[in-house]
């Protein structure tokens, strides 16, 4: 019969108490917590998933932030883009008022006063910026895009952002797409009465001839029709009015055509943001499955635990009272 002495009495006690009482903390770790992972021991497999999940979630609460700021910026765009149409379609209606012979000289100076202005306003909406950051100058958005002439200086790339991953969408338009038509016109009269310059101060004009009258590539800005328009109007020349007609018809289209664009890109940008909270709603459900305890069965365990650690105490104090007389009597 093999002797059991007294160390070892108390090491098994030690070990039967600490084992039940790391137990018993863990449990009373889960139950403040209620949940079933506290450190990635408990579940190494569903702790993978678990930062996998916590993963997603912040590059969807950096993709939120993302297609707030592109909605922000194709709002304001819309916006400019809308008054932008209403100052043309009234420059087109009183072009093709002055276009006939009823008005007098007097009457079109006065109407080419304020289409000075609309000018002015276009180019307002032009350097129109949100913030600090110009809408109309491509990627140089610290840039002015457009000087008092109408000169284009920014550049012609989109800013592009990323809504989700790998998932890229253009939130701006550049001044060359939108303030110029580009295309193979034959350099012919109407052509060149575009290039009028006028000096207001002493209501002088100059024609630049081009080098050729072959067809070539034609810049027209809606700055340069409009500067047109003013020209014809204050020179009292009906017929130079009627063919900017279809120009400033072109420059409509155009321009309701991008507003087209930015609205098809907002209802973009909105079906992506309601897919991204759908998939946070599946990653959060998930998550739950995963991570949360089941509570009922916690307390239960924790109950267990409990009742185990009193009898061990109870058991253990009976052991250590006893002493070599309790063995004598």
């Known amino acids: 019969m093999s002797r059991v002495s007294e160390n070892s009495s108390i090491n098994s006690i030690n070990y039967a108490v600490g084992k039940t009482k790391g137990r018993l903390e863990d449990l009373q770790l889960k139950g403040s917590t209620l949940k079933r992972i506290s450190k990635p021991s408990d579940d190494p497999i569903g702790n993978t998933e678990l930062l996998a999940i916590r993963s997603q979630n912040v590059d969807a609460g950096q993709y939120l932030r993302n297609l707030n700021f592109a909605q922000t910026q194709l709002s304001f765009t819309e916006n400019v883009l809308e008054e932008m149409t209403d100052i043309l379609v009234k420059a087109k209606e009183m072009a093709v008022g002055q276009a006939s012979n009823i008005y007098s000289p007097e009457i079109r100076q006065g109407v080419s006063k304020e289409i000075h ?40 790339n989109k800013i592009n952002i990323e809504v989700n991953k790998d998932v890229y969408v253009p939130i701006n338009l550049n001044g060359a797409e939108l303030f110029f038509s580009n295309g193979k016109k034959p350099a012919e009269k109407k052509d060149l009465e575009l290039s009028i310059d006028v000096d207001l101060n002493n209501d002088t004009s100059m024609i630049r001839k081009p080098a050729n009258t072959g067809p070539e590539e034609v810049t027209v800005s809606m700055f340069d029709e409009m500067r047109a328009l003013e020209n014809a109007l204050l020179t009292d020349n009906p017929a130079i009015i009627q063919s900017l007609l279809e120009k400033l018809d072109d420059s409509i289209d155009r321009v309701v055509t991008f507003r087209t664009q930015v609205g098809a890109l907002s209802n973009t940008i909105t079906n992506a943001e309601a897919n991204i909270e759908k998939n946070k709603l599946v990653n959060e459900a998930h998550k739950t499955r995963i991570e949360d305890a089941d509570v009922t069965e916690l307390f239960s365990d924790l109950q267990k635990e409990q009742t185990v650690l009193k009898a061990a105490y109870k058991a253990s104090s009976n052991l250590m009272n006893t002493n070599l007389m309790d063995f004598l009597r």
């Not at 609309?118 to 032009?126: E, N, P, T």
């Not at 110009?134 to 895009?145: C, D, I, M, N, S």
Request: a positive charge; zero cysteines.
């Open 117 to 156: 202005q609309m000018r002015q306003q276009i180019l307002s909406l032009a350097n129109k910026r949100m913030g600090n950051r110009y809408l109309f100058a491509g990627q140089k958005v610290l840039t002015r895009p457009f000087d008092q002439n109408g000169q284009y200086l920014g550049d012609k």
